[in-house]
């Protein structure tokens, strides 16, 4: 089972930016596609990016986050970051990733983002 851990969740005011990290042990960590997703309280989980395996990886992002935020990957440390810039408050919300592989896929246990004033 590999395990999934997030960090650099926080507060930060409106326009400010984050950066998270997932940090994966296990060797398929670099072959497989990861994906960031985030639930706001009392709403279903959105997935906001992913990336693909592979030198590079291609990237895909929800509108709601298109041009604001970053997907990356670092295989040689088993980590992939979302880079979030001009956060707005209805970014806040608890993000988690998710390596997604061929027998099913896991969890981090999430970090809380909180965009506010």
């Known amino acids: 089972q590999v395990q999934l851990v997030e960090s650099g969740g926080g507060l930060v005011q409106p326009g400010g930016s984050l950066r998270l990290s997932c940090a994966a042990s296990g060797s398929i960590f670099s072959i497989n596609p990861v994906q960031w997703y985030r639930q706001a309280p009392g709403k279903q989980r959105e997935l906001v990016a992913t990336i693909t395996s592979g030198s590079g990886g291609r990237t895909i992002y929800a509108d709601s986050v298109k041009g604001r935020f970053a997907i990356s990957r670092d295989n040689a440390k088993n980590t992939v970051y979302l880079q979030m810039n001009s956060l707005k408050p209805e970014d806040t919300a608890v993000y988690y990733c998710?390596?997604?592989?061929?027998?099913?896929?896991?969890w981090g246990q999430g970090t809380q983002v909180t965009v506010s004033s």
């Open positions: 998710r390596l997604v592989y061929t027998t099913g896929s896991s």
